[in-house]
């Protein structure tokens, strides 16, 4: 029997660096689709495109994670190195660098409810920077007109607050901004709501708050923004949000605390009995302190009286009383004299300037003026229409004289034919001599056919 023939050896599968990256990530994908990793978080870091890197470990090992913006906004707090979390995600490989990570997806801390950690966290913060220090808080009006109340229409607070604040004070103005208390959205509504009626003209105290529930129902008011707003309101505030176990982040930064909405109508108004009933103690004290005082003035006042170097006192206080209005009479009198005579100075000197008053004599000058100006245009007008008679009178005897006049009614001048001078007499000119014979409308040129007495001519 032959011997078996050696199997050939199968082909080399050669893979480049991205293929194989490509399947051991396709392999972890499908294996760890879904995974919880508890660890301590260290080099967290977010990067201006708002995801957050970071890095998984515990005593024996570490893994790189990364958590996308859209998950890190939904948490409650923020996290930080050294923190002890749960976090649950993907496993996957990031093929640049050929490391595996975890794409986180939620992020809890070990031991501490997340919720509790970002309020641990924010209260730190706030504190830090001054906005529960007790000098900074303002007391509230002792009667205010105007109250702001920030709330939700739906719950009892509001019905609460109402019904407290007309029982205690009914000539009371209520302003209410709703808003909601809960749910997305409603921190920075409550944010808007604060600022809105911190504007308000007249607005002496703002009350916001809302009824009881669990800590995720109160969580709007252990927010930033709200505690921003609160700190930021031009009025003192009352915080009223829950009951009287409930402790919000709105309760340390607001001026007052209420343990609930009740009690926070009843805080920021006394009732009007109580007040009038104040006042009329306060009066009654008063009068009492000033009659108290009186009484003991009197008494001094008479015992003085009692003293043996008081006798005779009140005589001579009458005689320097006396005295006293007697100099004051005379004073009066003098004074009344003195400006008597400065009167009379005064009218004496008003008149004399009234005789330089330049508004006078620019008066008296101008109605003289006004007068020449109209003699100077009668006078004028006058001229005027003799001279135009004597200028048609003249006018009329030099056309009376004008030889166009002599002209007109048919007679003629004969002129030599350079026009230079007159004929008067025919013999002047002989047979073929050229004339200018000017009529009254126009001339003619003329030659002489016969010269000497009787000749006639004919124009050309």
């Not at 220090?133 to 007109?145: N, Y």
């Not at 604040?165 to 409550?190: E, F, S």
């Not at 009178?393 to 002129?415: F, I, K, Q």
Request: proline share 4%; glycine share 10%; aromatic share 4%.
């Amino acid at each position: 029997m032959p011997p078996p023939e050696p199997e050939a050896p199968a082909p080399r599968r050669i893979l480049t660096v991205t293929e194989l990256t490509a399947r051991v990530r396709k392999l972890i994908e499908e294996q760890f689709g879904d995974v919880w990793v508890e660890g301590e978080l260290s080099n967290c870091r977010v990067w201006n495109t708002g995801h957050m890197y970071f890095t998984l470990k515990d005593a024996g090992a570490q893994v790189r994670g990364v958590m996308f913006r859209s998950a890190l906004r939904a948490l409650r707090f923020a996290p930080q190195d050294g923190l002890r979390v749960v976090a649950r995600g993907r496993l996957s490989v990031y093929d640049p660098k050929g490391e595996y990570q975890i794409v986180c997806e939620h992020l809890e801390p070990e031991g501490l409810g997340a919720l509790q950690l970002a309020f641990d966290q924010l209260k730190q913060r706030l504190a830090a920077e001054g906005l529960f220090d007790a000098r900074r808080k303002r007391p509230l009006p002792v009667l205010p007109r105007k109250i702001g109340v920030v709330t939700s229409l739906d719950g009892a607070a509001v019905r609460d607050i109402i019904k407290v604040l007309r029982r205690r004070y009914p000539n009371a103005h209520i302003v209410i901004r709703p808003t909601r208390v809960q749910g997305d959205g409603a921190a920075l509504d409550i944010a808007r709501a604060m600022s809105a009626v911190g504007r308000i003209d007249g607005i002496d105290v703002v009350i916001v708050g809302r009824g009881g529930g669990s800590i995720e129902d109160l969580w709007a008011f252990n927010e930033e923004v709200v505690a921003r707003a609160i700190a930021g309101c031009a009025v003192p505030t009352i915080a009223a949000v829950g009951h009287e176990t409930d402790v919000t982040i709105a309760d340390f930064v607001a001026d007052v605390r209420a343990p609930t909405p009740s009690a926070a109508a009843e805080m920021v108004v006394a009732r009007k009995d109580d007040f009038y009933a104040h006042i009329d103690r306060l009066a009654h004290r008063a009068g009492a302190a000033t009659a108290a005082r009186l009484h003991r003035c009197e008494s001094r006042l008479r015992a003085l009286e009692a003293r043996p170097g008081y006798a005779g006192r009140p005589g001579h206080m009458a005689l320097r009383g006396r005295h006293v209005a007697d100099l004051t009479h005379g004073l009066a009198r003098a004074v009344r004299a003195r400006i008597a005579d400065r009167q009379r100075a005064y009218q004496a000197l008003r008149l004399a300037l009234d005789t330089f008053d330049l508004g006078r004599r620019f008066g008296r000058l101008r109605t003289r003026l006004v007068q020449a100006d109209a003699g100077l245009g009668g006078a004028t007008v006058r001229i005027r229409h003799g001279a135009d008679g004597r200028l048609r009178s003249a006018a009329a005897r030099l056309e009376a004289l004008s030889p166009l006049s002599v002209l007109g009614r048919g007679y003629a001048v004969c002129w030599n034919g350079e026009r230079t001078a007159i004929i008067r007499d025919a013999a002047a000119v002989a047979a073929g001599d050229r004339v200018r014979v000017t009529l009254a409308n126009g001339e003619l040129d003329c030659e002489v056919r016969n010269g000497g007495q009787g000749a006639a001519g004919s124009g050309q």
